[in-house]
DNA sequence: AAGGCGGGGAC
DNA sequence: GTCCCAGCCTT
């Protein structure tokens, strides 16, 4: 298979082309000011799914609160997560963590630097394993995401569906097969650059690519119908009412999120799904489940929210209560002044306003 | 192999 | 609205 996809490809004009266009134009991201494989390590973790524009402030901040891996080894989680708070992908940072943790404890600090070791690690898979190895350690080893695929989709004109695990594979091999031996680094972050400027999703701009007299897609006009990529199904919706309940101290009460799944360990609102009582049963609902009589008094908001695999429909009401102190273990009573402390999903960031 | 897991920006 | 982004984990 891989020799058939790699006949009569020029493997070395290839890589040439690639790396001088790199070594001319590649993107002054705070990353790359150095190999620290701890700095390399943070930002691939940040970059998944994840803009280049997005996470450069989110980068700085966490290096400034978090210099070394001993630093984020001993820091408390919910500091980490106020850091990760927006960025999304939430057990990205409690894996980081834990994976830190566990790098200080069997390691000595030090980063390991084989395959074996470092893809043991939580959150490290095998497009981060392959980035840090190379990024990091100057290491042959591909590094295969969503840019690589779409760019090798098209040179080498491959037509699997980018959305399965086989073709991830595929494309881990033929990389393997193309990535210089004598930088590796530079390789990889080409082909990201590359897919991240030029050999962009649509409108490709194949005039201005250093490799375009290499892609066979391009050669056959075919490049706007690559990669192929099968269909994500759509989002389920849920309605929920939420809850900002405040009390005569001034204060407002707030729950933590289950240790697992959706948002872990984040805040919110208390929210009552709706799915199994109405509206009207709210009050009673809430006092059977969290042990505190709430008045509902108005009409907030309405937020839809949506994720990448459903959608939130939460109806926001404003809610007395009697009470100063709550007996449920995910409640909490805080001031209002305090509310900044608590990371929030950006859903629940938007009631903040009404407090 | 399929589904859970966020949020934002480009179009 | 759709797509998809420097993906990984669990089942």
């Known amino acids: 298979m891989i020799n058939h996809v790699l006949q009569k490809f020029n493997i070395s004009g290839f890589q040439q082309e690639l790396l001088e266009w790199y070594y001319q134009y590649k993107r002054d991201l705070p990353w790359r000011e150095n190999q620290d494989p701890y700095r390399v390590w943070v930002s691939e973790i940040m970059l998944q799914q994840t803009k280049v524009d997005t996470v450069i402030p989110y980068f700085h901040n966490f290096l400034e609160k978090f210099p070394t891996v001993h630093d984020l080894a001993e820091a408390d989680e919910q500091d980490v997560l106020k850091a990760w708070e927006g960025l999304g992908y939430y057990s990205r940072a409690r894996n980081l963590q834990h994976a830190v943790r566990e790098v200080v404890a069997e390691y000595d600090g030090k980063i390991p630097d084989n395959p074996k070791q470092l893809g043991a690690l939580k959150g490290v898979g095998p497009y981060t394993k392959g980035a840090i190895l190379s990024i990091a350690f100057n290491q042959p080893e591909p590094a295969v995401d969503g840019n690589v695929m779409r760019v090798f989709s098209r040179v080498l004109m491959i037509d699997d569906d980018i959305a399965q695990a086989k073709t991830k594979k595929l494309f881990e091999s033929v990389t393997g097969n193309i990535i210089s031996k004598e930088d590796p680094s530079s390789f990889n972050q080409a082909i990201m650059d590359l897919g991240a400027t030029i050999c962009t999703p649509k409108s490709p701009t194949c005039m201005l690519c250093p490799v375009n007299e290499y892609c066979r897609a391009y050669a056959e006009g075919v490049e706007e119908q690559l990669p192929i990529k099968s269909k994500a199904k759509k989002q389920k919706s849920i309605p929920y009412v939420t809850l900002l309940i405040k009390n005569a101290d001034d204060q407002i009460i707030i729950e933590k999120r289950p240790e697992q799944g959706l948002l872990a360990n984040l805040w919110q609102f208390p929210m009552i799904p709706l799915t199994d009582i109405s509206k009207d049963h709210v009050e009673n609902w809430f006092r059977a489940e969290y042990g505190l009589t709430v008045k509902l008094t108005k009409e907030l ?55």
């Open 301 to 355: 908001d309405h937020i839809k929210h949506t994720f990448s695999h459903l959608i939130w429909h939460m109806d926001v009401m404003e809610a007395e209560t009697q009470e100063t102190d709550v007996h449920d273990q995910r409640l909490k009573v805080i001031d209002k002044a305090d509310v900044e402390q608590y990371p929030f999903p950006v859903s629940h960031q938007k009631i903040k306003k009404y407090i």
